[in-house]
């Protein structure tokens, strides 16, 4: 098992600071044969997406399920990710174990995330019906964190994340991030708030902030 590991071990944070881990999935990438453009991607969309203070934890692991499963655990119990997204390992192939190994830790799913991700990537190519993205919930005593499969390619992530639009602006697909930070909100998560100019996060009108007096 090769792993990269760039994380903060404290857990003392501020409660509006999201930990977001960050997980690529991939054999030759864990063993140096070329370098990884998963975790990079995702790192360079969220700094761009959020507004909120962001720490992450990044794992770079072989595709092997019992490696994907005990990484996942490992930053939810013990790094305390609220949110982890990992990248590679949903195709059909037999190497492609990732959202077996999610779903073995999982405690409830979360499907709508993998459909509207199939569905953002059929505005391009037939063969995002052979992806087998899967969302769950991991939940322990006193925390919870969502963990949602990404495709593998930077492009990909960047629009199954913020959405498809048309050259006016109008919305072609809704990108599966406006969802996210509500998620977090009803598992006891920090609340997330996003730069809107790249994705707008949804919540119901009782659910949303007050902006602070000035």
């Not at 993998?114 to 505005?123: A, C, D, F, V």
Request: aromatic content about 4%; some cysteine.
């Amino acid at each position: 098992m090769s792993t990269n590991t760039n994380t903060n071990t404290s857990h003392s944070r501020h409660p509006d600071t999201i930990r977001i881990g960050l997980v690529s999935v991939s054999d030759r990438a864990s063993k140096g044969v070329y370098e990884d453009q998963g975790i990079p991607g995702l790192q360079t969309w969220l700094e761009r997406a959020l507004t909120t203070p962001v720490e992450f934890a990044t794992r770079l692991i072989q595709d092997d399920a019992e490696t994907i499963s005990a990484a996942l655990i490992e930053l939810v119990d013990i790094e305390r990710c609220d949110l982890v997204l990992t990248t590679g390992g949903t195709g059909p192939a037999r190497r492609d174990v990732t959202p077996e190994a999610t779903l073995a830790v999982a405690t409830r799913e979360m499907p709508g995330f993998g459909e509207q991700m199939r569905q953002i990537s059929l505005q391009f190519v037939p063969t995002a019906i052979l992806s087998r993205q899967v969302a769950v919930l991991r939940e322990i005593d006193a925390h919870a964190a969502l963990i949602i499969n990404l495709p593998g390619q930077p492009k990909a992530i960047s629009e199954t994340l913020e959405g498809l639009k048309r050259e006016d602006g109008s919305v072609v697909a809704s990108g599966i991030f406006a969802a996210v930070p509500y998620c977090i909100d009803l598992i006891g998560g920090p609340y997330i708030e996003t730069d809107e100019t790249v994705v707008k996060a949804f919540r119901p009108k009782s659910a949303r902030r007050a902006n602070p007096a000035i």
